[in-house]
């Protein structure tokens, strides 16, 4: 009689869970079905074999100036919270107002667990010696990522075929170990996907538009309202198709949508990209970094 009773218990709670999992939401069944993914899992950057965390701490907010404010002190602490809290890249560049500081930011962190993408800027006379100037600025035997900066023009593939040759010979001498371009036009991010130079993108994406690549060869101004992310997600299919590295930038609008909301629906909007490797924000303040991880998280766990 016991083992009856047990039975018809059985049947009963398997018919109520295959009930409730009919019910629920086709989200949630996903994530459940697929292995979970946070913010700050190791990712391989397109076919380049460089890993990185999902996330990166960007350090030229307002060309760097936004994180100088905080002091050395302060900048090094936001560093090493960053990667205390996994996060594990830093996006620096030449330009930046941060670039002399990164070596003391990221000292006694262990280096082959730190992602160190830099930017050049321009067309230095001696390009492998701008190159190893990178090298000596942060301390390191090499670069993770290396990128030419800003590009705007069609055919910045032509006007800066030197730079690009220099970067193949500091890439056989492991000084950098992948290379690309960040891309500030439209037309000079359609070049950059045409080439096969190119290892590594970092893209402008974010749902509203702001700081998109826009059609002309031109860089964002303050009174340009913002362009249609539709040709620039167009590319980013291309770029996956072609293997490449990319990197989403700008997910915070540089720092303009100041309502939760946006920055919800935008980070939601790159968690929902499969040709996105990874994404960089530049942070000012812990509690930055913890909404970051957690909205990133978030998205992750649960999809749209």
């Known amino acids: ?3 009856k009773y047990d039975r018809r218990k059985f049947l009963k709670h398997s018919t109520l869970a295959a009930g409730a999992l009919a019910l629920a939401p086709e989200g949630f069944l996903r994530a459940q079905a697929a292995p979970k993914r ?3 899992d190791e990712v391989t950057l397109g076919r380049t074999g460089v890993k990185l965390s999902r996330l990166g701490m960007g350090t030229g907010s307002n060309n760097g100036h936004i994180q100088t404010a905080l002091g050395r002190d302060g900048f090094t602490k936001l560093v090493h919270y960053a990667y205390d809290q996994g996060v594990r890249w830093f996006d620096c560049a030449q330009s930046y107002a941060t670039f002399e500081w990164m070596a003391g930011a990221i000292k006694g962190l262990p280096r082959e667990k730190i992602f160190l993408q830099t930017k050049m800027d321009g067309q230095p006379a001696d390009v492998l010696a701008a190159i190893d100037h990178h090298r000596q600025i942060y301390q390191t035997d ?3 990522s290396m990128l030419i900066h800003c590009m705007v023009k069609t055919a910045w593939t032509d006007d800066f075929k030197r730079v690009m040759e220099a970067f193949d010979q500091a890439r056989e001498k492991k000084w950098i170990l992948a290379k690309g371009v960040s891309c500030h036009s439209l037309p000079a ?3 950059a996907v045409a080439t096969e130079w190119t290892e590594v993108h970092l893209v402008r994406v974010n749902p509203q538009g702001k700081r998109m690549d826009g059609p002309e060869e031109q860089m964002w101004s303050p009174t340009d309202p ?7 997600l167009a590319e980013l299919k291309t770029m996956r198709a072609k293997g490449r590295g990319v990197i989403g930038m700008k997910i915070i609008g540089d720092g303009q949508f100041v309502n939760p909301e ?3 629906k935008s980070i939601r909007f790159a968690m929902s990209r499969p040709e996105l490797d990874a994404i960089v924000i530049g942070f000012k303040s812990t509690d930055e970094i913890d909404e970051a991880l957690k909205r990133m998280n978030q998205a992750l766990a649960f999809p749209a």
Not at 226 to 232: L, Q
Request: aromatic share 4%; proline share 9%; charged share 25%.
């Open 189 to 191: 991010l359609r070049a």
């Open 38 to 40: 946070t913010a700050v």
């Open 226 to 232: 913002g362009h249609d992310p539709a040709p620039v």
């Open 1 to 3: 009689m016991n083992s």
């Open 142 to 144: 090499y670069i993770d």
């Open 262 to 264: 946006d920055r919800e």
